[in-house]
């Protein structure tokens, strides 16, 4: 049995309403505040309705797509992979583009061992297991607690969520999570006015010190996102903190996962985040960037087209689970659609695209062309910053500058700009009272103009009195 197809956005959004359940959402929201959108295509940059209304996806589909929808490249990989192989357990067997991916992100990463699974929370989740069962293994007993960053985000599953710093996604199910032991967040838009990025980040980590050198026995890992605190509100700090960070923890002995869920792959201007951690001690052969124990790795990983993410971790780790049978060492954590070849492919083909299309370099005269567009935003009445990392840039809106006073949550600022943009075609999805832009880097300079200017319009609609 099945329904006529429907032909107008109507039809398909009633029918949507009645059985779809959408992700972090308050549904009735939907009933008359926020027309829900159904998507029939996508090519580019661009998403388009049954009605042949046009988005720009200026979120990249909440931080996925990389080269704009449907890239020939990517679109050809998966043709081909579908032909030869669509998906097979991937205990006891193993295949040609996982085996490919493992590589190149090892090369990559510098961490040698790739533990696939399939969503970025379960990427963490898998991360905090093998930290806490690695000292396990070494027989440390007692460390079973992470450190993590007020602000933080690491996803939606117990573990992951039990990491996240205190919010609304965490804090409803409270008293089902682990206790991390949160320490302040680097986060510079807290620092006092006049202070440098460097000198707030590195002023926040004397918090994390502390606790390192009162917890670290208990301690099997931190946890952080390196640059940008993305889902808590796109909240920037210095690099030298994952430098002071790694140093610390090879110091007192507990690992550094590095959560590159949203930041990897180019968003920041390295491929890495961690890349941009400055060198320890400056003079000759110092070398820029951090290795962590742990990189969890997700959406932009296939491009924006098919779910996939991956741990990787250092070979001593990995080493410490190789045992024989019967010691029961080994790392028993599965997902039945590991490593799917489809995903693995589009990975293959989204990696390939870097070089071909020169993108870092592409990336840092695209980030140029956002600040010089949003350049009315930094004397803007109600905006109390404008930061950006890479491809990352955010708006901070207020209702008192002088003050940094914030507009009440029940105002919802953010979604009257994010109506606006609809209207006007850009998706500008907010973060509370926060306006980012993390557009695909395959976008053209002209449709970053009309992006930045749409942006400008909808902070303007937003602050405007009354709400
Ligand atoms: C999105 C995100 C996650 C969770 O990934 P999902 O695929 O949504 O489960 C974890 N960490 C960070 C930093 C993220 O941005």
Request: charged content about 25%; overall charge negative; hydrophobic content about 45%.
């Given at each position: 049995m099945s329904s006529p197809a429907s032909t107008s956005n109507a039809d398909w959004r009633a029918r949507s309403l009645a059985h779809v359940w959408q992700p972090c959402t308050q549904m009735k929201d939907h009933e008359s505040e926020l027309p829900l959108i159904p998507i029939a295509r996508a090519e580019g940059v661009w998403l388009e309705d049954y009605e042949g209304k046009r988005y720009l996806d200026a979120v990249s589909s909440w931080w996925t797509n990389l080269w704009g929808h449907r890239h020939p490249t990517i679109v050809g990989a998966l043709k081909q992979q579908l032909d030869t192989l669509d998906h097979v357990i991937f205990a006891g067997f193993t295949h040609e583009p996982g085996i490919l991916l493992a590589e190149q992100l090892a090369a990559r990463s510098g961490l040698p061992r790739c533990f696939y699974t399939d969503n970025g929370s379960s990427a963490v989740e898998a991360a905090l297991k093998m930290s806490f069962h690695y000292w396990q293994n070494l027989g440390k007993p007692n460390k079973q607690r992470f450190i993590a960053l007020s602000n933080s985000y690491h996803g939606e599953t117990l573990g992951a969520l039990a990491v996240g710093g205190p919010s609304m996604y965490r804090d409803s199910y409270a008293p089902l999570l682990l206790q991390p032991i949160f320490v302040p967040s680097p986060d510079c838009y807290t620092r006092t006015p006049g202070q440098s990025w460097e000198d707030h980040s590195r002023r926040q980590f004397e918090h994390l010190r502390l606790v390192l050198e009162r917890h670290a026995d208990e301690v099997c890992a931190l946890i952080l996102e390196p640059l940008v605190q993305c889902a808590g509100g796109m909240r920037m700090y210095h690099p030298l903190y994952l430098t002071l960070a790694r140093q610390a923890c090879d110091e007192f002995g507990v690992h550094l996962i590095a959560d590159e869920i949203a930041v990897g792959f180019g968003r920041t201007g390295s491929f890495f985040a961690c890349e941009q951690a400055p060198p320890a001690v400056y003079g000759r052969g110092a070398k820029r960037g951090i290795t962590p124990d742990f990189m969890c790795l997700s959406k932009g990983l296939t491009g924006g087209t098919l779910p996939l993410a991956a741990v990787m971790t250092r070979e001593e780790i990995y080493q410490a689970f190789y045992?024989?049978?019967?010691?029961?060492?080994?790392?028993l954590h599965s997902h039945s659609y590991t490593g799917n070849p489809l995903a693995c492919r589009a990975g293959l083909a989204s990696l390939s695209l870097f070089e071909e299309t020169n993108a870092l370099s592409a990336n840092a005269v695209l980030a140029q062309l956002l600040w010089a567009h949003t350049a009315e935003l930094r004397t803007h009445r109600h905006v109390a910053e404008v930061r950006q990392t890479g491809l990352i840039l955010a708006v901070e809106m207020v209702r008192n500058v002088a003050k940094r006073e914030?507009?009440?949550?029940?105002?919802r600022r953010g979604l009257r700009a994010y109506r606006h943009a609809l209207e006007k075609g850009v998706v500008l999805r907010p973060l509370g009272n926060v306006l980012y832009l993390m557009p695909p880097y395959a976008i053209s300079a002209k449709d970053a103009q009309k992006m930045c200017e749409v942006l400008c319009e909808a902070v303007d609609v937003a602050t405007r009195d009354p709400a």
């Open positions: 045992a024989d049978y019967a010691a029961y060492k080994a790392f914030d507009f009440p949550a029940s105002e």
